[in-house]
């Protein structure tokens, strides 16, 4: 199974279109720094049939900048586009939309992520003058898997935390989870958790059994958001565990002594800067930061 991460960034990128925050401003000198929003493409023992964790609003030039991910020769569409979600997020499901073009969208997810899509944002209602939209259950840890070009599927549900469109829905579990896959011809594991919104003893077993974790990086920090003026809540307060700090997620991770990667930076986290001092505080066996294009094989 080979992993590749198309993006790296939380909602807005880096840099985000209406922000000269330090991470931004960064990123608008260095090209180096720019992240796109986090998506995750896994290709398994099928040839060419590439799956997507999360359809960001970058969707398009994250798949053309990717010659295996583009029509072959020969082609002259993509037939099939498969893509399993982490949450109903829009930085994760605005892409769903860019894709209107496809002849054949796949999409798998939990029942409340389908339901916010299909009722909230009328995902079927709109594209279906478009393309054909296959929908698939993702099976909540313990109820089976799912195959998705030959790689088995299943989510570790992680919080009820909804999308901020879609408040007004009831919690349960199954709104934000991480996707685990697994390749059955290698028995290569991976877990994908971009929103980490507490610690859980079942979120702690799930890193130490994969071979690879990525896992939410979106702030240093808890007062992080508060600090630099991009939200009145701390970061465990928006849903995303800080790295650093007493409830911080780089020592946990560290203990489980699985190889994980923070991905879901936001543009306000001093890791978007590669020369920022934080990173010397990070690294084997604490989890390292993702790049944008990195491969794993497992
Ligand atoms: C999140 O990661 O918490 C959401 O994407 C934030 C948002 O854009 O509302
Ligand atoms: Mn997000
Ligand atoms: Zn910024």
């Not at 359809?55 to 798949?63: C, E, F, H, K, V």
């Not at 900048?65 to 020769?73: F, H, I, K, S, V």
């Not at 890193?207 to 979106?218: I, N």
């Not at 923070?262 to 986290?269: G, P, V």
Request: glycine fraction near 10%; aromatic fraction near 6%.
């Amino acid at each position: 199974m080979l992993l590749r991460t198309l993006g790296t960034a939380a909602g807005g990128g880096v840099p985000q279109w209406n922000c000269a925050c330090p991470g931004c401003t960064g990123a608008r000198a260095h090209p180096g720094w720019r992240r796109r929003h986090d998506c995750l493409a896994v290709l398994g023992a099928a040839p060419g049939s590439w799956v997507l964790v999360n359809a960001t609003p970058d969707i398009a030039d994250q798949l053309q900048d990717q010659d295996e991910l583009r029509p072959g020769a020969g082609e002259d569409r993509t037939p099939i586009v498969r893509i399993v979600l982490t949450d109903a997020e829009l930085d994760h499901t605005l892409g769903l939309f860019r894709l209107r073009e496809a002849r054949h969208l796949e999409i798998t997810a939990t029942a409340p992520v389908r339901r916010a899509l299909t009722e909230r944002l009328r995902l079927d209602e709109v594209l279906g003058p478009y393309t054909t939209l296959t929908w698939r259950e993702l099976p909540l840890a313990g109820e089976g898997t799912v195959d998705l070009a030959g790689i088995e599927v299943d989510a570790l549900p992680l919080s009820a935390k909804r999308p901020r469109y879609a408040a007004g829905e009831p919690p349960e579990a199954g709104w934000s989870v991480a996707v685990r896959l697994r390749d059955p011809a290698t028995g290569g594991t991976a877990l994908y958790a971009p929103a980490l919104a507490e610690w859980s003893e079942s979120f702690e077993n799930a890193v130490t059994g994969v071979d690879c974790a990525f896992v939410d990086g979106t702030f240093w920090d808890d007062e992080e958001p508060r600090s630099t003026g991009i939200s009145t809540r701390t970061a465990t307060g928006m849903g995303h565990l800080p790295v650093s700090g007493p409830d911080g997620t780089a020592d946990r991770l560290a203990k489980t002594g699985t190889r994980c990667f923070y991905t879901h930076l936001n543009n306000t986290n001093p890791l978007v800067d590669p020369a920022a001092p934080q990173h010397a505080l990070l690294g084997a066996p604490a989890p390292a930061v993702a790049q944008e294009g990195m491969e794993v094989s497992l």
